[in-house]
């Protein structure tokens, strides 16, 4: 059963609008999460994180935010460019029991296309 | 600045033959993974080592081996090739605690067809 679910596989943006990925988790002992963005031919790529202690991080155009009680995540791009299309990966990770240090969940991904 | 390294990029395996993926990192990573993608079923992670001669089974351990015999090298090995291993193929390390800042670092990737 996965334990990091992104429900939509695609988003599709205009150019200079707000990109919003959103990423769920079942599994309340994660306490850290990532977003990883991948274009094709290429591997995945660490873009942003944010950890259980804090509701945001911001890093530029990105903002991760962390809803707890929901077990929501979401990556905000402001403003989106064609150079974001990507598949963004959102992963999850816990020092908990049955769980690898370190260790990484992941969702399935979201393609996310940015039109002129 | 190498970082991960996968070989080969491209493979094409009859049914039945084996091969050897091999993945390299020179970040003096505790950490190795391997994940496959495949369509709409994003990374699942086949084995993993936390270290110079340990190795662990994933989520979708069956038909793989693997082997660190080097702390910098995770090998896979595929012992006798079906179609259903078809997919790309990734590496990944870290480091053991650093997990929160940076993750993992990534290979670019093997794909893997099989006839």
């Known amino acids: 059963d996965q334990q990091v679910k992104q429900n939509s596989p695609s988003l599709s943006v205009q150019e200079g609008r707000i990109s919003i990925l959103n990423c769920d988790y079942t599994?309340?002992?994660?306490?850290?999460f990532l977003w990883y963005k991948k274009y094709p031919a290429e591997g995945p790529t660490f873009l942003i994180s944010?950890?259980?202690?804090?509701d945001k991080n911001e890093d530029g155009r990105f903002t991760v935010f962390l809803n707890k009680s929901a077990k929501h995540l979401s990556l905000h791009i402001v403003p989106s460019q064609p150079g974001d299309s990507a598949v963004y990966f959102c992963?999850?990770?816990?020092?908990?029991?049955?769980?690898?240090?370190?260790?990484?969940?992941f969702g399935r991904g979201t393609q996310l296309t940015v039109w002129p | 600045n190498a970082g991960v390294t996968q070989t080969p990029k491209f493979r094409v395996l009859k049914t039945g033959q084996s091969m050897t993926l091999l993945c390299a990192q020179d970040?003096?990573?505790?950490?190795m993974y391997w994940y496959r993608q495949d369509p709409g079923m994003g990374l699942r992670l086949i084995h993993y080592?936390?270290?110079?001669?340990?190795?662990a089974k994933g989520e979708v351990p069956d038909g793989y081996n693997v082997s660190r015999l080097k702390k910098q090298n995770f090998l896979l090995g595929l012992e006798s090739a079906a179609p259903s291993q078809t997919s790309v193929y990734f590496c990944?390390?870290?480091?053991?605690?650093?997990?929160?800042?940076?993750?993992?670092?990534f290979g670019s990737g093997t794909r893997l067809t099989v006839v």
């Open positions: 990944a390390s870290s480091y053991t605690r650093d997990r929160g800042a940076y993750g993992y670092t």
């Open positions: 599994n309340s002992m994660f306490d850290y």
């Open positions: 944010i950890s259980s202690i804090k």
């Open positions: 992963a999850a990770s816990g020092l908990h029991r049955g769980s690898t240090l370190g260790r990484l969940y």
């Open positions: 970040m003096n990573h505790e950490y």
């Open positions: 080592s936390v270290g110079e001669g340990t190795t």
